[in-house]
């Protein structure tokens, strides 16, 4: 029973809705609740992460890590897409919805900061020209179904330079409090050893604008980092209201 759903359609519809909270799922992101001071809040958790990653770059993987380059997939409103830009020379960002670009937009202009480009994205990052000193992709693959999330990953390595540093994070599991979602999607469902398969399609889909989230092959995903980093592979977890994760962030070598 397949499950590719078109994941693009939701972000678009969650762009128009609720932007803020689609970011970062916490109730003072939500659309009704902001204001300049929650604004301010929620750009400020974005320079704390960038500042942490950069700071741990140079800590364990490169001494001297001053990218000039760098690609945000998946922007969003530009939260982690301004820290970023405020320390390199160009930034490129992309989103799959206007509504989040458009917001983002406003956002760099905000921090007067000339040296930004957005780009609408797409599953073979068409629109998007390396080599990239830096690139960063965290809370987002993990809303986009790994049959096309493996590809996306290759595609950012491949824009990455030699040398250069990425930041990818995927979630892998979560808590068995989320299968009550999973229930209507089919009549009955099966044992097989430690598996559950589901048996008579019941056709029933989540509504637009639902933030799903997928569980990525960490094997798969190490495969396809072992194939052009260095070492170390730093592996941070990550856990988000019970989703399991691991945040890699690591150099290529080759």
């Excluded at 400020?44 to 945000?72: C, M, N, S």
């Excluded at 409103?77 to 960002?93: F, K, N, Q, S, T």
């Excluded at 930041?167 to 979602?181: D, G, H, I």
């Excluded at 019941?202 to 995903?221: C, F, H």
């Amino acid at each position: 029973m397949s499950d590719l759903r078109d994941t693009d359609n939701d972000w678009k519809r969650v762009a128009k809705d609720d932007p803020f909270w689609g970011v970062l799922s916490r109730d003072q992101f939500r659309k009704e609740s902001m204001s300049d001071e929650r604004l301010a809040e929620f750009m400020a958790t974005g320079e704390r992460f960038i500042g942490d990653i950069f700071g741990l770059v140079k800590a364990h993987v490169v001494k001297d890590f001053a990218p000039k380059r760098a690609l945000d997939f998946g922007c969003g409103v530009g939260r982690l897409l301004v820290p970023i830009a405020r320390r390199v020379r160009e930034a490129v960002g992309v989103d799959v919805a206007p509504a989040m670009l458009e917001l983002a937009a406003k956002h760099v202009a905000a921090a007067r900061l000339g040296n930004v480009t957005l780009q609408t994205s797409d599953d073979a990052l068409s629109n998007v020209d390396g080599p990239f000193d830096f690139v960063n992709c965290y809370i987002v693959l993990q809303h986009i179904p790994p049959e096309r999330g493996y590809g996306l990953i290759d595609a950012m390595i491949e824009r990455l330079a030699i040398g250069g540093v990425a930041s990818l994070q995927v979630t892998y599991a979560k808590s068995r409090s989320f299968w009550k979602y999973e229930e209507p999607r089919a009549r009955y469902y099966r044992r097989d050893g430690r598996g559950i398969i589901d048996m008579v399609d019941s056709g029933w889909k989540a509504p637009e604008g639902t933030i799903n989230m997928y569980d990525y092959d960490l094997n798969q995903v190490m495969a396809q980092i072992a194939l052009a980093a260095g070492h170390p592979v730093i592996t941070l977890p990550t856990t988000d209201d019970d989703h399991l994760g691991v945040h890699f962030v690591f150099q290529r070598a080759r």
